[in-house]
């Protein structure tokens, strides 16, 4: 039975979670098993349901009880739903609500890279991705773009970001991630090698003298490949492209000499993600 709760003091400390609590502080990395992420909107909230994601409570715009959110709601048992009215919750989360929804969750533990690349073709590989807006963008291109797994750097954004969840539209409770290792893990090496032992040749999207064109046909013909993205402004370190099997880059037109990396993966994902004809 759902369990409605009015806003009636904007202090409570059922609203910490989404009034005062930092991406940092709902990480918790001390205790990550305790950790949260924010779901934001009725289409992502039911992705992380189906899923298996635990809802914790839900932030709710008074018309949506009955509206868009009436499915999620009956999905969530009897959490807390918190509701008021919309400029009642702007204030309280300082921002503006998508569809008018959000829903505190259990972190779900991170998995094995071994599991996670298990029966994949294709993955791909984010080095010191830090944008959260950038990696939701390049987790929404995997999944729609024939990736079979994201593996991320331990300097890379969390897909759990709130922002993150929004831009990718949910994806990223739909394709298999993790981070390659804690933040102590040294890339490119082991990084690589690890990626090798598992079969995976490495493509490095980046512009030296050495790139081969995306559709150089010897890159279709490769049977299981981990495409690795760098970070937005310097691209890929020297190391990690010194140790990839090809360097790969985008035929660009007009003297332009790069693309933003969210937009360079949707390329990289539709040329190489696909199955030889």
Not at 137 to 153: E, K, P, Y
Not at 222 to 235: M, P, Q, Y
Request: glycine share 6%.
């Amino acid at each position: 039975m759902s369990n409605i709760i009015e806003i009636t003091d904007l202090a409570s400390p059922g609203l910490d979670v989404y009034a005062r609590m930092t991406e940092n502080q709902l990480l918790n990395r001390h205790e990550p098993e305790k950790g949260l992420f924010i779901a934001e909107s009725p289409k992502v909230i039911a992705r992380a349901l189906d899923a298996g994601c635990v809802p914790v409570s839900m932030l709710l715009e008074r018309k949506h009880i009955e509206g868009e959110a009436r499915d999620i709601i009956a999905r969530c048992g009897s959490i807390p739903i918190y509701t008021a009215e919309y400029d009642v919750l702007r204030h309280l989360t300082g921002f503006p609500m998508t569809r008018g929804a959000l829903c505190a969750m259990g972190r779900p533990p991170l998995r094995r890279v071994e599991e996670v690349c298990e029966n994949a073709r294709r993955v791909a590989v984010l080095e010191n991705v830090v944008n959260p807006t950038n990696v939701g963008a390049i987790f929404r291109s995997a999944a729609a773009l024939h990736m079979d797994a994201v593996l991320l750097t331990p300097a890379c954004s969390n897909p759990l970001y709130r922002r993150a969840i929004r831009v990718s539209m949910g994806t990223v409770f739909q394709i298999p991630w993790t981070f390659l290792g804690q933040e102590d893990f040294q890339w490119p090496d082991p990084g690589i090698r690890l990626l090798k032992d598992m079969g995976f040749q490495t493509a490095a999207m980046a512009l030296t003298d050495a790139s081969v064109p995306i559709h150089d046909p010897r890159l279709a013909e490769i049977e299981k490949l981990a495409i690795v993205l760098g970070t937005e402004g310097d691209g890929l370190a020297p190391e990690t492209i010194a140790d990839c099997d090809y360097t790969v880059r985008i035929p660009m037109s007009h003297s332009v000499d790069s693309l933003n990396v969210a937009a360079a993966s949707a390329v990289a994902f539709w040329q190489l993600g696909r199955r030889p004809d």
